[in-house]
């Protein structure tokens, strides 16, 4: 049962400061691994984290997707 297959990963990077963000948009942040400038993050490519990166998309840049 355990595959050692390797999903899809996506890779993130922070741009975007949250100051004077909603609190909503600081939790999506730190849920997707990220707290500060220029920090990067890589996750598997599921359609929650592709909702959670389009909810900040104007302070995360996608850095690779494999």
């Known amino acids: 049962m ?3 297959k390797k999903g899809k990963t996506v890779t993130i990077e922070q741009i975007g400061s949250p100051l004077r963000r909603p609190n909503v948009q ?3 942040l730190i849920g997707l ?3 500060k400038m220029h920090r990067r993050s890589t996750l ?3 359609p929650a984290v592709r909702g959670m990166i389009r ?3 104007h302070m ?3 850095v690779e997707e494999n």
């Open 60 to 62: 995360v840049r996608v």
């Open 44 to 46: 598997e490519d599921t």
């Open 2 to 4: 355990a595959d050692n």
């Open 55 to 57: 909810a900040v998309s």
């Open 33 to 35: 691994g990220l707290n």
């Open 26 to 28: 600081r939790q999506t």
